[in-house]
Protein backbone atom coordinates (compact mmCIF):
# COMPACT_ATOMS: atom_id res chain seq x y z
CA UNK A 1 0.00 0.00 0.00
CA UNK A 2 1.15 3.22 -0.84
CA UNK A 3 2.24 5.42 1.76
CA UNK A 4 -0.04 8.73 2.28
CA UNK A 5 2.37 10.59 4.83
CA UNK A 6 2.90 14.66 4.10
CA UNK A 7 6.68 14.19 3.69
CA UNK A 8 6.43 12.16 0.82
CA UNK A 9 3.91 14.39 -1.00
CA UNK A 10 4.46 16.74 -3.91
CA UNK A 11 5.51 19.46 -2.45
CA UNK A 12 2.92 21.45 -4.94
CA UNK A 13 0.19 19.13 -3.64
CA UNK A 14 0.80 19.52 -0.33
CA UNK A 15 1.41 23.32 -0.20
CA UNK A 16 -2.03 23.86 -1.99
CA UNK A 17 -3.50 22.48 1.13
CA UNK A 18 -2.73 25.51 3.31
CA UNK A 19 -0.28 27.55 4.46
CA UNK A 20 3.30 27.67 5.18
CA UNK A 21 2.80 27.26 8.94
CA UNK A 22 0.18 24.20 8.17
CA UNK A 23 2.30 22.82 5.56
CA UNK A 24 5.13 22.33 8.03
CA UNK A 25 3.43 20.69 10.71
CA UNK A 26 1.60 18.23 8.31
CA UNK A 27 5.28 17.86 6.84
CA UNK A 28 6.99 17.29 10.60
CA UNK A 29 4.40 15.11 11.69
CA UNK A 30 4.56 12.97 8.67
CA UNK A 31 7.97 12.63 8.93
CA UNK A 32 8.01 11.67 13.02
CA UNK A 33 5.77 9.12 12.17
CA UNK A 34 8.23 7.68 9.79
CA UNK A 35 11.06 7.80 11.96
CA UNK A 36 9.20 6.05 14.42
CA UNK A 37 9.68 3.03 12.66
CA UNK A 38 13.36 2.96 13.39
CA UNK A 39 13.88 1.39 17.12
CA UNK A 40 16.57 3.79 17.83
CA UNK A 41 15.23 7.28 16.65
CA UNK A 42 13.46 9.74 18.64
CA UNK A 43 14.58 8.54 22.14
CA UNK A 44 17.98 8.61 23.98
CA UNK A 45 19.13 8.46 27.56
CA UNK A 46 17.19 11.07 29.89
CA UNK A 47 13.40 10.92 30.27
CA UNK A 48 11.13 13.72 28.91
CA UNK A 49 7.39 13.12 28.87
CA UNK A 50 4.80 10.45 27.64
CA UNK A 51 3.24 10.93 24.25
CA UNK A 52 -0.04 8.81 23.27
CA UNK A 53 0.78 5.56 21.65
CA UNK A 54 0.80 5.15 17.70
CA UNK A 55 1.04 2.13 14.87
CA UNK A 56 4.39 1.66 14.70
CA UNK A 57 5.87 2.97 17.73
CA UNK A 58 8.37 0.69 19.28
CA UNK A 59 6.65 -1.64 21.81
CA UNK A 60 9.84 -1.37 24.36
CA UNK A 61 9.39 2.18 25.20
CA UNK A 62 5.54 1.49 25.81
CA UNK A 63 5.23 2.53 29.13
CA UNK A 64 3.64 -0.67 30.61
CA UNK A 65 2.78 1.02 34.62
CA UNK A 66 0.38 3.24 32.81
CA UNK A 67 -0.74 1.07 30.41
CA UNK A 68 -2.31 -1.97 33.20
CA UNK A 69 -3.06 0.96 36.17
CA UNK A 70 -5.12 3.17 33.65
CA UNK A 71 -5.67 1.52 30.11
CA UNK A 72 -3.79 3.67 28.66
CA UNK A 73 -1.57 4.07 25.88
CA UNK A 74 1.48 6.53 25.88
CA UNK A 75 5.44 5.81 25.04
CA UNK A 76 8.00 7.21 26.73
CA UNK A 77 10.19 10.30 24.93
CA UNK A 78 13.77 10.76 26.00
CA UNK A 79 15.45 13.42 25.47
CA UNK A 80 18.97 14.29 24.12
CA UNK A 81 21.69 14.87 26.60
CA UNK A 82 22.70 17.81 25.19
CA UNK A 83 20.22 20.31 23.35
CA UNK A 84 21.85 21.79 19.85
CA UNK A 85 21.53 25.14 18.54
CA UNK A 86 21.20 25.58 14.91
CA UNK A 87 20.57 28.51 12.51
CA UNK A 88 18.61 28.52 9.15
CA UNK A 89 20.34 30.47 6.69
CA UNK A 90 17.73 31.13 3.80
CA UNK A 91 18.52 32.70 0.27
CA UNK A 92 15.81 35.41 -0.93
CA UNK A 93 17.13 36.97 -3.40
CA UNK A 94 15.59 37.04 -6.98
CA UNK A 95 16.68 34.27 -8.59
CA UNK A 96 15.10 31.99 -5.71
CA UNK A 97 11.52 33.27 -6.87
CA UNK A 98 11.35 31.09 -10.22
CA UNK A 99 9.91 27.75 -11.34
CA UNK A 100 10.02 26.26 -14.78
CA UNK A 101 6.52 25.19 -14.60
CA UNK A 102 3.60 26.94 -12.82
CA UNK A 103 2.48 23.60 -11.30
CA UNK A 104 5.70 23.48 -8.81
CA UNK A 105 6.83 25.82 -6.75
CA UNK A 106 9.22 28.33 -6.86
CA UNK A 107 12.92 27.94 -5.44
CA UNK A 108 11.88 30.08 -2.47
CA UNK A 109 8.55 28.80 -1.93
CA UNK A 110 9.89 25.02 -1.80
CA UNK A 111 12.74 26.67 0.66
CA UNK A 112 10.60 28.25 2.61
CA UNK A 113 8.70 25.59 3.39
CA UNK A 114 11.32 22.99 4.05
CA UNK A 115 13.12 25.30 6.19
CA UNK A 116 9.71 26.11 8.56
CA UNK A 117 9.36 22.31 8.48
CA UNK A 118 13.27 22.13 10.07
CA UNK A 119 12.88 24.63 12.39
CA UNK A 120 9.60 22.92 13.60
CA UNK A 121 11.44 19.82 14.06
CA UNK A 122 14.45 20.67 15.89
CA UNK A 123 12.24 23.22 18.27
CA UNK A 124 9.88 19.83 18.82
CA UNK A 125 12.84 18.16 20.10
CA UNK A 126 14.08 20.99 22.68
CA UNK A 127 16.69 23.11 20.23
CA UNK A 128 17.50 26.44 19.80
CA UNK A 129 16.89 27.41 16.17
CA UNK A 130 17.30 30.84 14.76
CA UNK A 131 16.48 32.05 11.03
CA UNK A 132 18.29 34.23 8.78
CA UNK A 133 16.64 35.85 5.17
CA UNK A 134 19.66 37.38 3.15
CA UNK A 135 20.01 38.68 -0.55
CA UNK A 136 22.60 41.11 -1.19
CA UNK A 137 22.49 42.02 2.89
CA UNK A 138 20.43 40.29 5.92
CA UNK A 139 16.83 40.85 5.55
CA UNK A 140 15.94 39.12 9.14
CA UNK A 141 17.97 37.82 11.70
CA UNK A 142 16.02 36.11 14.36
CA UNK A 143 18.49 34.61 17.16
CA UNK A 144 18.45 31.32 17.97
CA UNK A 145 16.04 30.40 20.77
CA UNK A 146 14.22 27.02 22.12
CA UNK A 147 10.82 28.77 23.72
CA UNK A 148 7.80 27.75 22.25
CA UNK A 149 6.62 31.29 21.21
CA UNK A 150 10.45 30.83 19.04
CA UNK A 151 7.76 29.36 16.32
CA UNK A 152 5.40 32.39 15.78
CA UNK A 153 9.08 34.19 15.45
CA UNK A 154 10.20 32.26 12.30
CA UNK A 155 7.00 32.48 10.86
CA UNK A 156 6.64 35.99 11.03
CA UNK A 157 9.80 36.22 9.36
CA UNK A 158 9.11 34.05 6.80
CA UNK A 159 6.49 36.45 5.06
CA UNK A 160 9.18 39.37 5.03
CA UNK A 161 9.65 40.62 2.06
CA UNK A 162 13.01 39.92 0.39
CA UNK A 163 14.00 40.01 -3.42
CA UNK A 164 17.26 41.57 -4.11
CA UNK A 165 18.76 40.94 -7.36
CA UNK A 166 22.08 39.49 -5.61
CA UNK A 167 22.59 37.18 -2.82
CA UNK A 168 26.09 37.47 -0.79
CA UNK A 169 25.94 34.24 0.95
CA UNK A 170 29.80 34.55 2.83
CA UNK A 171 28.38 37.23 4.81
CA UNK A 172 24.53 35.60 6.01
CA UNK A 173 26.98 32.52 7.28
CA UNK A 174 29.39 34.46 8.95
CA UNK A 175 26.62 36.01 10.38
CA UNK A 176 24.94 32.58 11.45
CA UNK A 177 28.16 31.54 12.85
CA UNK A 178 28.39 34.79 15.17
CA UNK A 179 24.85 33.81 16.71
CA UNK A 180 25.81 29.89 17.08
CA UNK A 181 28.21 30.88 20.46
CA UNK A 182 29.04 27.09 20.95
CA UNK A 183 29.34 24.68 18.41
CA UNK A 184 25.72 23.36 16.78
CA UNK A 185 24.36 24.04 12.94
CA UNK A 186 24.52 26.31 10.47
CA UNK A 187 21.78 25.24 7.64
CA UNK A 188 22.12 27.01 4.18
CA UNK A 189 19.27 26.83 1.80
CA UNK A 190 19.80 28.70 -2.06
CA UNK A 191 20.40 27.91 -5.60
CA UNK A 192 24.00 28.83 -5.28
CA UNK A 193 23.85 31.29 -8.06
CA UNK A 194 27.32 32.69 -7.06
CA UNK A 195 30.73 32.16 -6.96
CA UNK A 196 31.50 28.75 -4.60
CA UNK A 197 35.10 30.03 -3.52
CA UNK A 198 33.87 32.50 -0.97
CA UNK A 199 30.93 30.47 0.18
CA UNK A 200 33.90 27.19 0.95
CA UNK A 201 35.95 29.94 2.96
CA UNK A 202 33.14 30.84 4.94
CA UNK A 203 31.94 27.07 5.80
CA UNK A 204 35.98 26.36 6.56
CA UNK A 205 35.62 29.30 8.85
CA UNK A 206 32.47 27.83 11.00
CA UNK A 207 34.05 24.13 10.67
CA UNK A 208 37.43 25.74 12.00
CA UNK A 209 34.87 26.67 15.35
CA UNK A 210 33.18 23.50 15.69
CA UNK A 211 30.27 24.50 13.83
CA UNK A 212 28.22 21.26 11.74
CA UNK A 213 27.75 23.44 7.85
CA UNK A 214 25.00 21.79 5.56
CA UNK A 215 24.27 23.19 2.30
CA UNK A 216 21.47 22.10 0.49
CA UNK A 217 21.62 23.73 -3.19
CA UNK A 218 17.85 24.04 -4.24
CA UNK A 219 17.28 23.34 -7.82
CA UNK A 220 14.21 23.25 -9.86
CA UNK A 221 14.42 20.35 -11.96
CA UNK A 222 14.39 22.83 -15.58
CA UNK A 223 17.75 24.08 -14.65
CA UNK A 224 19.05 20.80 -14.56
CA UNK A 225 17.29 19.47 -17.55
CA UNK A 226 16.50 21.97 -19.79
CA UNK A 227 13.58 21.15 -21.44
CA UNK A 228 12.22 21.80 -24.82
CA UNK A 229 10.83 25.37 -25.96
CA UNK A 230 11.36 27.40 -29.16
CA UNK A 231 13.70 30.38 -30.08
CA UNK A 232 13.82 32.23 -26.89
CA UNK A 233 15.49 34.97 -24.97
CA UNK A 234 17.11 33.54 -21.93
CA UNK A 235 17.81 36.13 -18.73
CA UNK A 236 19.66 35.88 -15.50
CA UNK A 237 17.05 37.28 -12.51
CA UNK A 238 19.78 38.69 -10.66
CA UNK A 239 22.42 40.13 -13.44
CA UNK A 240 19.45 40.66 -16.10
CA UNK A 241 21.48 40.04 -18.71
CA UNK A 242 19.66 38.37 -21.69
CA UNK A 243 21.28 35.64 -24.50
CA UNK A 244 19.08 34.58 -27.16
CA UNK A 245 19.24 30.96 -28.50
CA UNK A 246 17.40 27.66 -29.55
CA UNK A 247 17.27 25.46 -26.76
CA UNK A 248 19.07 22.41 -28.93
CA UNK A 249 21.76 25.18 -29.72
CA UNK A 250 22.98 24.72 -26.10
CA UNK A 251 21.70 22.35 -24.55
CA UNK A 252 24.23 20.13 -24.51
CA UNK A 253 26.32 22.82 -23.37
CA UNK A 254 24.39 23.73 -20.40
CA UNK A 255 23.77 20.37 -19.66
CA UNK A 256 27.46 20.38 -19.23
CA UNK A 257 28.18 23.15 -17.76
CA UNK A 258 25.99 23.01 -14.74
CA UNK A 259 27.05 19.08 -14.25
CA UNK A 260 31.04 20.61 -13.91
CA UNK A 261 29.29 23.82 -11.71
CA UNK A 262 27.57 20.98 -9.70
CA UNK A 263 30.91 18.79 -9.25
CA UNK A 264 32.99 22.36 -8.09
CA UNK A 265 30.04 23.01 -5.45
CA UNK A 266 30.14 19.58 -4.06
CA UNK A 267 34.14 19.45 -4.13
CA UNK A 268 34.38 23.44 -2.85
CA UNK A 269 32.32 22.20 0.11
CA UNK A 270 33.51 18.61 0.47
CA UNK A 271 37.45 20.48 1.24
CA UNK A 272 35.67 22.82 3.25
CA UNK A 273 34.45 20.35 5.64
CA UNK A 274 30.75 20.85 4.92
CA UNK A 275 28.02 18.72 3.45
CA UNK A 276 26.27 18.92 0.62
CA UNK A 277 23.24 17.76 -0.78
CA UNK A 278 20.74 18.42 -3.62
CA UNK A 279 17.52 19.30 -3.26
CA UNK A 280 15.02 19.18 -6.54
CA UNK A 281 11.85 21.41 -5.80
CA UNK A 282 9.60 18.28 -7.38
CA UNK A 283 11.23 16.34 -4.72
CA UNK A 284 9.41 15.64 -1.60
CA UNK A 285 10.53 17.06 1.77
CA UNK A 286 11.16 14.00 3.54
CA UNK A 287 14.78 13.78 1.68
CA UNK A 288 15.42 16.59 2.99
CA UNK A 289 14.44 16.17 6.35
CA UNK A 290 16.34 13.30 6.79
CA UNK A 291 19.55 14.83 5.37
CA UNK A 292 19.21 17.20 8.89
CA UNK A 293 18.12 14.64 10.96
CA UNK A 294 21.28 12.40 10.19
CA UNK A 295 23.88 15.31 10.61
CA UNK A 296 24.86 14.81 13.82
CA UNK A 297 27.14 11.14 13.24
CA UNK A 298 24.68 9.73 16.12
CA UNK A 299 21.96 8.46 13.53
CA UNK A 300 19.74 11.08 14.35
CA UNK A 301 19.28 14.45 15.65
CA UNK A 302 15.60 13.15 16.84
Do not use: C
Not at 25 to 31: A, E, K, L, P
Not at 105 to 115: C, I
Not at 154 to 159: C, D, E, N, R
Not at 255 to 278: C, F, H, I, N, P
Request: no cysteine; net charge neutral; charged share 25%.
Amino acid sequence: MSSLRADELDPAVLAALGHLELVARWTVDGFINGLHRSPRKGFSVEFAEHRQYQPGDDLRYLDWRIAARADRWVVKLFEEETNARAMLVLDVSASMQWSGDPARLTKLAYAERLASAMALLLLRQRDAVGLIRFDAQLRDVVPPRSARTQWRRLVAAFSEPGGGRASNVKDALMAAGKLVRRPGFVVLLSDLLTDPTPVADAAKTLRARGHEVLVLHIMDPAERDFPEAGEARYRDPESQAEVPATPGEVRQSYRQTVQEALADWKGAMTRSGARYALAYTDEPFGRPLRYLVGVNGRGAMI
